[in-house]
């Protein structure tokens, strides 16, 4: 008896599973699911433990053991999604940025959309020009220290945060005579609001990147945003194409097609490889998403999506939840007190060390770090030959985020003439962006980019990471030119390929075709089945006609044939 209850309480052990979810103030949340949980169990686990109810901006996202990010699907089980190990780590992140911030209905949710826009700002995927990026940078100031005194805060205050991927001597002074001057009064949830309010009408609000490569083989990212859907090529945005001109979105293998149609009837394709077959669908999936949710007026309207034409066997794909004109129609009706939100302050970040007086660690226990004893020259020259390091501009350009050490005043002193400005009169919206997925062999060249903005945290973490910061490189990218050599054979081969498969089946197709008709000719015309179906077709004079003008001589000609060969065969 004994022996049995506890074979019983093991297998339920099995069937149990520990899951971490790290959230967006790098505090980490732990459950145990059961084996044949939902996606939606765990995300209505997370939002209560939140007292989250607009809760339809945001998202699970994972990493497989093959290092492609993933958005947890709300009505798979989990267990089944990961495809790793237990325990399971995965991170809370807005999935669908909202089209105006500002006009969330509660406090708890502008906090949390605060937090995921101050992680893109700081990660370079938001990018600005130095008057924009010195106002957020004292939003998230004002907002996380109150307001400036002369006593607790001595000259150079605002030079102990890094709120981008590079900071100047002039960027941090103009941060701190914004923080003195105009902020002063505002509250943390008007700073916020205030914060929400500029970021939105940035050209890479709501930017999540995607790495891919155009048909001639040059290096570009594609990302979804509230208003559209957009390509980022070198230093400039190549196309903005808004939601109700997308027509239809489809994959094969690598390959992403966009179909647009514009003005005038104007009708575009534009095509883009990936750089895996799983990176490929990711992309996909989140482009229907992203359309659904913003582009249809109900939920109702949502159909399932294939990715499959009539000879290539494609993913099929249906979003689950609401669009956003229910969301923001839902949001209206919420009445209760507003929740009690408990804001990070100076707490030390794991991935946004910025927010901390003093050393900049790792909130991570000693015992979980594992160091990358890399120097840091050969860091940065492997980040330079390596094809999955985000691309970035020439040190020539002086206007880009570049990510560099900030060990004190001496060491910035010593390499001046090395510090990058962001430009006014320059945007680059390819520089510092995350590239998807995360590359195996570089995963831990990415940990020693953050340890130079003075962040240590373990090869383990990183892995799991949402976020990315990029590498600098004082001479022409080598990614750039690796991608453009490496992509000037590849597709126009695989693309042969795909055009000698299609011919195959439509061969294969066709043949069946045939094989088909022909079998239901024999069953019309030999066969004693009396069904309606078939007394409604031989009674047409057409196939009375043709019964007897073509196919019975042809059957006379067939059999003659036929007893002609098997006399042959007798004989001999």
């Not at 089980?77 to 209905?105: G, N």
């Not at 605060?114 to 938001?126: A, E, N, P, S, V």
Request: with cysteine; net charge positive; aromatic share 10%.
């Amino acid at each position: 008896m004994l022996s049995r209850w506890m074979s019983g309480s093991s297998r339920n052990l099995e069937r149990e599973y520990n899951c971490t979810v790290r959230l967006l103030d790098d505090s980490e949340y732990t459950c145990t699911i059961q084996r044949d949980a939902k996606g939606q169990y765990l995300f209505d686990l997370l939002c209560h433990h939140l007292n989250l109810l607009e809760k339809d901006y945001f998202g699970i996202r994972f990493v497989d053991p093959d290092k492609q990010r993933h958005w947890l699907e709300f009505t798979k089980s989990v267990v089944k999604q990961m495809r790793a190990q237990p325990p399971f780590t995965m991170c809370f992140r807005v999935k669908f940025y909202p089209t105006d911030p500002a006009a969330l209905k509660e406090e708890i949710t502008r906090y949390l959309v605060f937090l995921q826009i101050k992680r893109d700002l700081y990660h370079g995927r938001l990018l600005c020009k130095t008057s924009d990026a010195a106002l957020l940078a004292a939003y998230i100031l004002q907002a996380e220290i109150g307001d400036y005194d002369p006593g607790k805060h001595p000259e150079g205050y605002s030079s102990k945060f890094q709120f981008f991927p590079k900071h100047s001597e002039k960027l941090e002074r103009k941060i701190a005579e914004i923080h003195k001057s105009e902020l002063s009064g505002q509250t943390p949830a008007t700073s916020e609001l205030n914060f929400l309010r500029k970021a939105q009408t940035l050209e890479t609000y709501g930017v999540d990147p995607h790495p891919c490569k155009d048909v001639s083989g040059n290096a570009a990212f594609l990302a979804f945003t509230p208003f559209g859907f957009v390509v980022l090529q070198g230093n400039k945005r190549v196309h903005f194409i808004k939601w109700n001109e997308v027509t239809k979105m489809k994959f094969e293998g690598k390959t992403f097609y966009l179909y647009v149609s514009q003005k005038e009837e104007k009708k575009i394709v534009l095509t883009y490889f990936a750089p895996t077959p799983e990176a490929c669908k990711h992309l996909w999936k989140c482009g229907i998403e992203n359309q659904a949710f913003y582009k249809l007026e109900k939920s109702s309207q949502v159909r399932t999506v294939s990715s499959s034409n009539l000879f290539f066997k494609g993913s099929r794909f249906r979003y689950s939840g609401r669009v956003a004109k229910e969301v923001m129609e839902s949001s209206a009706k919420i009445k209760r007190e507003p929740p009690e939100i408990h804001r990070a302050g100076l707490v030390p970040s794991r991935s946004c060390p910025s927010i901390t007086h003093g050393p900049r660690l790792s909130s991570v226990p000693r015992t979980r770090r594992r160091a990358v004893h890399i120097s840091i020259m050969e860091g940065l020259e492997s980040l330079r030959d390596s094809a999955h390091s985000t691309p970035v501009r020439s040190a020539s350009h002086g206007d880009a985020f570049v990510p560099h050490g900030r060990g004190g005043r001496g060491g910035r002193a010593e390499s001046s003439e090395r510090v990058a400005i962001i430009a006014d009169e320059s945007y680059s919206p390819a520089d510092s962006v995350l590239p998807t997925p995360v590359a195996e062999h570089s995963l831990e060249l990415l940990l020693l980019s953050r340890q130079l903005n003075g962040a240590p945290c373990s090869i383990e973490e990183e892995k799991e990471s949402e976020a990315g910061t990029p590498g600098t490189e004082p001479e022409e990218p080598r990614e750039l030119r690796a991608l453009c050599s490496a992509a000037g054979s590849g597709p126009r081969a695989e693309q042969v390929n795909k055009f000698v498969l299609s011919v195959l089946r439509l061969l294969l197709v066709t043949v069946g075709l045939l094989f088909v008709l022909l079998l239901l000719l024999i069953v019309l015309t030999e066969s004693d089945l009396d069904t309606a179906f078939f007394r409604d077709i031989r009674q047409t004079p057409e196939f009375e006609q043709f019964h007897y003008q073509y196919f019975c001589p042809l059957r006379r000609w067939f059999a003659c044939k036929l007893r002609a060969v098997v006399a042959l065969l007798t004989d001999t």
